[in-house]
Nanobody
Framework: QVELVESGGGLVQPGGSLRLSCLASGRMSKIYALGWYRQIPGAQRELVATQNTGAVTEYADSVKGRFTVSWDYAKSTVDLQMNSMKSQDTATYYC????????????WGQGTQVTVSS
């Protein structure tokens, strides 16, 4: 089992920055990648950014050049630095741990709300 605890959500103005952090604990040897997804009401959860054990990152096209994901392997934390934020970034953000075995489901944090508004 893997547990994920997020922090850092809140209200930010358009063009501003926000940093999310997630602390992972448990059987991290099962985990291939850590990262962030987001969801708005009525829509499917979508990938924002992930980083795998080989330090390879993946980003949604909508956040490339603005968001940066970083996995601190020693501290078992994964952060999401969000810059030049837009109203379209408003969503509930979820930390995710993706197992090596694709037959296993992802582990999820409880979610943290991010609102971009003036």
């Amino acid at each position: 089992q893997v547990e994920l605890v997020e922090s850092g959500g809140g209200l930010v103005q358009p063009g501003g920055s926000l940093r999310l952090s997630c602390l992972a604990s448990g059987r991290m040897s099962k985990i291939y990648a850590l990262g962030w997804y987001r969801q708005i009401p009525g829509a499917q959860r979508e990938l924002v950014a992930t980083q795998n054990t080989g330090a390879v990152t993946e980003y949604a096209d909508s956040v490339k050049g603005r968001f940066t994901v970083s996995w601190d392997y020693a501290k078992s934390t994964v952060d999401l630095q969000m810059n030049s934020m837009k109203s379209q970034d408003t969503a509930t953000y979820y930390c995710a741990a993706i197992p090596w075995d694709s037959r296993d489901e992802n582990f999820w944090g409880q979610g943290t709300q991010v609102t971009v508004s003036s």
